[in-house]
């Protein structure tokens, strides 16, 4: 992280599969991303970011001489290597032009006017962190690996998704795309396309309803795995791990027996296996999977690279010989890369934080499960206890409630829980139903009741911890953002029992959301099966703007000025309707933050400050119960 420049700053650095020649590759001013290793080992492609301008490189590793291929005015991405070493393939957006609507009249000369009026004729119109979308579609390059001018190879103005693979002969290149003319009324569909690098042919080769991504062909060339997920309407629709027999056209998938979705996945250097990433019980795990669907997991437990809240999370790589090396933290530290060991521990190639957390005393978690109140349901959780925890004492507890609704906690590192604990507070974090992790039944059971039952689930794991001991029941604060804002508004308007509560970028009112979020028709034909207008009781059934009258609890609104995940239009609304009922609220607008509000540390930092400063305001402490009469 830079303090000067409020960022984190990315630079490329290299060290061998022993943990020793740890150094510094590419770095300097500006930002370097996305390395990938040509197929020989000799070169290494890489995305620097420099002057607002993102081109793409190539490294000579023996020399140290590096070419710049790319002289874009839009960034490339998703750059793959063909197997022959000759070509790079990279995504970009091609500008369109944009939908005119009336002539203004000639401008004056040397005069000032006003920018010119907008004109949107699209569904999405603004995504999360990057604003109104400039018109134009993202399109498949080959540029010569020597450097030479790009080739547009795909030219219809259709959507992409993610992942792009080379056939071994590198003479063609499966992308992942939606090219029917209603795609923007589509948005659970993508089908795989092949199209020749020499030719341009384009030729479709999944047909299925849903989703169909990520391709990557095997070492032998004769099949390709890819992702697929369902069309189905329900709120969360698993990744299955697919497998296509290139020569016959068949598909069958590896996974429909394991009740997990497929985040990731690798083939071996030999090609008899895949590596997959999934995410179980709170935890991201790899496994090899043979092509008759035999898995056997590793030992290992991935995650560390989300180091604001305790989300999973991790990345794996296998070289040519079929080494992995995995992104591998824990509860008291973010990731480190660790080269995994067949029945063995990781062998750690890094030791990157213990510089600054090395000489700290850090909370650690403590894993619990307890029954629903609703069903009975086993409902899983963890605990983390100040760092100098005395058990002769109590202590007040903040429930901290994670997003989604679809992702999942785990014992994961995580600077604002490790904050909260510093503070004096037991924190407590949970994966209610609605949660991944923990198959697709329980996933769905929110689907159209959400916020719901998982209401209950939390609370019933309250209970549980108060019957344990060590916490003060009159001192019991609750926080969340996005998914867990919207549980945290529920939470407050279903009870009175916490002393105060800290809202962060919620949804408040599910006809309003579904109508000005930037992926509003997904939201509106996914997590609902009606519109607004059609069935507004239902939207406003589930809406923590509905249970506003019944609210007591001192609560705290945070969001992000340009939120357009979860608007600020939404934070807006409920602080006003506290605001009519004369309850204790602030609102706190953070300027310039979108819906990732950690990705400028000082943001962070004014999000947890926020957060302790508003709870201290109700908090009884020991000095404050003596000084009473």
Do not use: C
């Amino acid at each position: 992280m830079n303090i000067m420049t409020d960022t984190a700053h990315r630079a490329i650095w290299q060290v061998d599969a022993k943990g020793n020649n740890h150094q510094p590759l590419i770095s300097g001013p500006g930002q370097y991303s996305s390395p990938r290793w040509s197929p020989s080992g000799d070169r290494l492609a890489y995305l620097s970011k420099v002057d607002d301008k993102t081109q793409l490189h190539v490294r000579w590793l023996e020399t140290g001489a590096t070419a710049k291929l790319t002289t874009l005015a839009e960034a490339p991405s998703d750059i793959s290597w063909a197997p022959n070493g000759k070509w790079i393939a990279f995504t970009r957006k091609v500008p369109g032009p944009a939908p005119q609507l009336g002539a203004m009249p000639e401008k004056p000369k040397g005069a000032s006017w006003a920018d010119p009026a907008i004109v949107i004729d699209r569904m999405t119109y603004r995504r999360d962190g990057g604003g109104n979308i400039a018109p134009g579609s993202k399109h498949l390059f080959a540029i010569p690996a020597q450097g030479g001018t790009p080739r547009q190879l795909t030219t219809a103005d259709y959507p992409m998704r993610k992942g792009i693979a080379w056939t071994r002969d590198s003479r063609d290149i499966f992308f992942s795309g939606n090219h029917s003319d209603d795609h923007e009324y589509q948005p659970r569909q993508s089908d795989l396309f092949k199209i020749s690098l020499i030719s341009g042919e384009l030729e479709p080769v999944t047909h299925q309803k849903g989703a169909e991504f990520s391709p990557a062909v095997s070492p032998n060339g004769l099949f390709l795995a890819y992702l697929a997920s369902s069309d189905q309407r329900q709120g969360y629709n698993p990744s299955q791990l697919m497998i296509m027999n290139l020569e016959t056209g068949e598909s069958r998938s590896l996974t429909s027996d394991f009740d997990r979705s497929i985040d990731d996945f690798q083939w071996s250097k030999a090609g008899e296996v895949l590596w997959i990433q999934y995410v179980d019980q709170g935890m991201t795990r790899i496994a090899s999977l043979s092509l008759s669907g035999k898995q056997r997991q590793a030992n290992a437990v991935l995650g560390g690279t989300s180091i604001g809240r305790p989300y999973t999370s991790g990345t794996f790589s296998i070289n040519g010989d079929d080494t992995i090396v995995a992104t591998i933290g824990s509860d008291k530290k973010p990731a480190d890369l660790a080269r995994v060991q067949p029945d063995e521990s990781p062998l750690f190639l890094t030791d990157l934080n213990n510089d600054l957390l090395g000489s700290k005393t850090l909370a650690s978690t403590q894993r619990v499960t307890w029954p629903s109140s609703h069903d009975g349901k086993l409902i899983e959780g963890w605990v983390m206890r100040p760092p100098e925890f005395d058990p002769a004492s109590t202590y007040p507890l903040i429930l901290e409630i994670h997003g989604g609704p679809h992702t999942a906690y785990g014992p994961n590192f995580s600077t604002e829980a490790q904050l909260y604990a510093a503070a004096g507070y037991i924190v407590f974090y949970a994966n209610p139903r609605g949660s991944t992790s923990y198959g697709e039944a329980f996933a769905n059971s929110i689907d159209l009741t959400y916020p719901g039952y998982d209401y209950d689930d939390l609370m019933a794991g309250i209970d549980y911890l108060l019957q344990r001991g060590h916490i003060d029941p009159e001192q019991l604060f609750v926080t969340g953002g996005s998914g867990g804002g919207v549980l945290t508004a529920w939470i407050v308007g279903k009870t009175d029992r916490f002393k105060a509560a800290a809202v962060a970028k919620p949804v408040i009112n599910w006809a309003s959301f579904v109508l000005t979020a930037d992926l509003n028709y997904y939201f509106a034909t996914t997590w609902f099966d009606t519109t607004p207008w059609e069935d507004i009781q239902s939207y406003w059934d589930r809406s923590p703007l509905s249970l506003v009258g019944n609210v007591s609890t001192p609560t705290l609104l945070l969001t992000g000025e340009l939120d357009y995940r979860t608007p600020i239009s939404e934070t807006e609304q409920y602080y006003q309707a506290l605001k009519h009922r004369g309850v204790d609220t602030l609102m706190v607008r953070i300027p310039g933050a979108n819906h990732s509000i950690y990705k400028r540390p000082s943001n962070l930092i004014a999000k947890v400050n926020s957060i302790l400063a508003w709870f201290e305001r109700y908090r009884s402490n020991e000095k404050d119960l003596l000084a009473a009469p």
